[in-house]
């Protein structure tokens, strides 16, 4: 079991940066790649950004890619997405979850929200223009 929490979202302005965290708890968190998605109101819930379980590997959605990083910290059970350059096209409920199965990652379907085990809460970004 892997609870997730997610923090540091907020209002921006267009151009502008934040930081989000997600902060999870269970001894196995290095076992799990971990993704960021968001859904912004009336859409469906998208990928944005997923890191393999050891930190080797990210992909990115094509929206955000060069402007997006995501990483983490096994010792401190957290992942991060920093986000630069941010578009009012950003504005969403932004979520951080965690995926066992290593065959996602390798047949390269970590952008399947179902393909995810756990969720975080979600925490909301508005980015003013």
């Known amino acids: 079991q892997v609870q997730l929490v997610e923090s540091g979202g907020g209002l921006v302005q267009a151009g502008g940066s934040l930081r989000l965290s997600c902060a999870a708890s269970g001894r196995t968190f290095s076992s799990y790649a971990m993704g960021w998605f968001r859904q912004a109101p009336g859409k469906e819930r998208e990928f944005v950004a997923a890191?393999?379980?050891?930190?080797?590997?990210?992909n990115y959605a094509d929206s955000v890619k060069g402007r997006f990083t995501i990483s983490r910290d096994n010792a401190k059970n957290t992942i991060a997405l920093q986000m630069n350059s941010l578009k009012p096209e950003d504005t969403a409920v932004y979520y951080c979850a965690a995926q066992r199965d290593r065959a996602t990652w390798y047949s390269s379907f970590y952008y399947l929200s179902s393909r995810y085990d756990y969720w975080g809460q979600g925490t909301q970004v508005t980015v003013s223009s």
């Open positions: 890191i393999r379980w050891n930190g080797g590997s990210t």
